[in-house]
Nanobody, 122 residues
Framework: QVQLVESGGGLEQAGGSLRLSCAAS????????WAWFRRAPGKEREFVAS????????DYAGSVKDRFTISRDNAKDTVYLQMNSLKPEDTAVYYC???????????????WGQGTQVTVST
């Protein structure tokens, strides 16, 4: 089993920045891919970004590309999501996920955090 705990959410103004962290514990060596998803009010959970353990290849949703950066500190078993140039439409609960494959599908991620709220004001 792998446990994931997100932190770093909060309230930010449009144009500002936030950094989310996802600390992993347990059998982290069994995971290959890590990702961030988000669920906006009234919408389904959607893919944001993913990263694989090695060599660290990344993938981004078009709506966040060039604004968000996913990274991983293997020594700390922590994944980060640096969010810049925030927009009100980025408001959502952000979830960290881990699994055996780096895809954009929720079904390919076996482990999930509890989520952290990000609110972007105008």
């Amino acid at each position: 089993q792998v446990q994931l705990v997100e932190s770093g959410g909060g309230l930010e103004q449009a144009g500002g920045s936030l950094r989310l962290s996802c600390a992993a514990s347990g059998r982290t060596s069994s995971t290959y891919a890590w990702a961030w998803f988000r669920r906006a009010p009234g919408k389904e959970r959607e893919f944001v970004a993913s990263i694989i353990r090695s060599p660290g290849s990344t993938d981004y949703a078009g709506s966040v590309k060039d604004r968000f950066t996913i990274s991983r500190d293997n020594a700390k078993d922590t994944v980060y999501l640096q969010m810049n140039s925030l927009k009100p439409e980025d408001t959502a609960v952000y979830y960290c996920a881990a699994g055996p494959r780096a895809t954009r599908s929720l079904d390919d991620y076996y482990y999930w955090g509890q989520g952290t709220q990000v609110t972007v004001s105008t």
